[in-house]
């Protein structure tokens, strides 16, 4: 058993020690997700880049950074079990696309999209 599997186990318990499937559907889990994303996301208003780097240094805002985390990685492992994802394996599928999408001699040190990345007549590739 993975780690994420013994994980999912034992919020699966927990969540049915309480009673909470019932509020469960892959909808609400979905909403929920993106109420805890926007939790963490939160936590960097009003802030510059120096300031946010700095969170993870100072104890306090450092456990609310964890907290949001493990709040949306659960919330992930939920819609996951309910959808019937197997996130290791879509996690390895996902990278795999996306180094089709993103070849490393078009992608390397660009910021651009995929669909921006195109050969260039002159050298064989270009990065807008």
């Keep these: 058993m993975s780690d994420l599997q013994a ?3 034992e919020l699966l318990a927990f969540r049915d020690a309480r009673d909470w499937r019932q509020f469960h559907s892959l909808r609400n889990l979905i909403v929920s997700l993106n109420l ?3 939790e963490l996301l939160e936590l960097t208003q009003w802030k510059s880049d120096p300031e946010i780097a ?3 240094d100072e104890p306090a805002t450092a456990e ?3 907290d949001e985390c ?5 919330y992930l492992l939920l819609i996951a ?3 019937g994802i197997d996130l290791l394996a879509a996690a390895r599928s996902k990278i795999s696309k996306n180094g089709e999408k993103y070849p490393i001699e078009l992608a390397r040190g660009s910021r651009a999209k995929y ?3 195109k050969p260039s007549p002159e050298e064989g590739l270009t990065k807008d």
Aim: net charge negative; charged share 15%.
């Design 36 to 38: 805890e994303a926007g």
């Design 115 to 117: 669909t921006a990345l």
């Design 54 to 56: 700095a969170l993870a």
């Design 81 to 83: 079990e309910t959808a």
């Design 64 to 66: 609310a950074l964890g």
């Design 7 to 9: 994980l999912t186990a």
């Design 70 to 74: 493990a709040d949306i990685l659960l």
